[in-house]
């Protein structure tokens, strides 16, 4: 870093080795390269760079110089464009495609629920009661082809409701196990934080293990299995919290919002005639895949090559959540896995057998916005975790893959 004329400062970029123009009041910011877009800590001249200052980097501080890059999401409608070049990107269109014809809108919810479905993962969704998510899960199991299972989670539901248990049967006078409704292949837990602790906890082995064990026998559940779980962030009467452990168990938390207003006239259009939806799934909407090939689909989906880079790229992002401060609570490595998986399955999804940034900025909030706790000074502040992570993915500097 040098001086330049009056009040101007030359800092040379680590990344590029190429020289920004700054002015001297960016002194204890941070400057973006417009040439690669890295960031520069800018240190007054006779302040050499330490090992303290690197410590201390703040990835809320202001950013000067050149604008940075937006780090949004693209809508679904814009990311499923083109001609289909290989046999996942085929399926993923011919996918959305027929979902398109009953459900409207919601790019987040479909997209980051096949990113899921093709992953082996389960998705918590929240919104508020009537955007449709009932009929967007059946729609999808009517679309993959799979069955659909529903669980109406309520304060007296037992564990024995979930999982099934063993009944005495007159005929052979012995217990028999009569499986419960999670023995399907796509299930939507309805209003899961109505129910009591103990129920959720009986979701626990069948998330991660998939399977069900019940008087010491265990009961494998049909591949693929996925769990999609609702519930209400509005009513807080009579809900309980799901646990940590349980919500580290979903690979995305998809906060479903109010259709914009021309897809809601869409929708208004589409649902008035009082056609039965049973019979609309049924005529309307075509089966494009089965279980077996989507069993496939996920073994192939691992493979998609992922760069080193962007392996450090991931394991920074998680990491950064453990030093926010208005965090009390960081994501933990199974935030990198998901993020790794669902990266995966996005470029197989765009056609491509490797991973690009842009995949894993795509799913990054949905990966890690329930996996992060806020402390109470944030919460009484009005901070919103989405936001916060929307900062923190500006200041993690993108890798530029070869």
Do not use: W
Not at 63 to 79: D, F, G, H, N, Y
Not at 194 to 205: I, S
Not at 293 to 302: K, L, P, T, V
């Amino acid at each position: 870093m040098s001086e330049h004329e009056s009040n101007q400062l030359i800092v040379n970029c680590d990344n590029c080795n190429s020289s920004l123009s700054v002015n001297r009041s960016a002194i204890g910011k941070k400057a973006r390269c417009p040439k690669c877009e890295s960031l520069v800590m800018v240190l007054a001249p006779e302040k050499p760079i330490s090992p303290e200052s690197q410590r201390n980097y703040d990835p809320f501080a202001e950013v000067v110089v050149a604008e940075q890059r937006p780090m949004e999401p693209k809508p679904l409608s814009s990311i499923k464009k083109g001609e289909a070049e290989t046999p996942m990107q085929r399926l993923f269109q011919n996918v959305t495609e027929e979902i398109s014809k009953v459900f409207v809108g919601q790019d987040e919810l479909v997209l980051t629920t096949l990113v899921a479905m093709f992953s082996g993962g389960h998705v918590l969704i929240e919104s508020v009661p009537g955007l449709g998510k009932t009929l967007f899960v059946r729609t999808l199991g009517r679309v993959l082809g799979l069955d659909f299972g529903r669980i109406q989670f309520t304060a007296d539901l037992m564990p024995s409701d979930v999982t099934g248990a063993p009944i005495f049967s007159m005929k052979t006078q012995e217990f028999e196990f009569r499986r419960g409704p999670v023995f399907t292949q796509l299930l939507l837990a309805d209003e899961i934080n109505r129910a009591p602790a103990k129920t959720h906890a009986a979701l626990l082995e069948i998330m991660q293990e998939k399977n069900v064990t019940v008087d010491g026998t265990t009961h494998e559940l049909p591949p693929p299995f996925m769990v999609l779980a609702t519930q209400n962030p509005i009513e807080s009467e009579g809900t309980y919290n799901l646990p940590e452990a349980q919500l580290d168990r979903f690979m995305f938390k998809i906060a479903a919002d109010y259709p914009s207003e021309q897809e809601e006239a869409e929708i208004l259009m589409l649902h008035s005639t009082q056609k039965d939806l049973d019979m609309r799934l049924q005529d309307d909407i075509s089966v494009v895949t089965n279980a077996a090939e989507i069993n496939d689909c996920i073994q192939r989906n691992g493979e998609v090559t992922v760069d080193p880079k962007l392996v450090n790229y991931i394991n920074r992002l998680v990491r950064r959540t453990r030093a926010v401060p208005q965090f009390h609570m960081g994501a933990s490595p199974r935030a990198g896995i998901a993020l790794m998986q669902g990266a995966r399955t996005l470029a197989a999804f765009m056609g491509r057998d490797f991973a690009v940034p842009d995949d894993v900025v795509q799913i990054a909030i949905p990966a890690m916005r329930h996996r992060v706790i806020l402390t109470a000074e944030a919460e009484v502040e009005g901070q919103r975790t989405d936001q916060l992570l929307a900062e923190m993915l500006r200041g993690v500097e993108v890798p530029r893959l070869d």
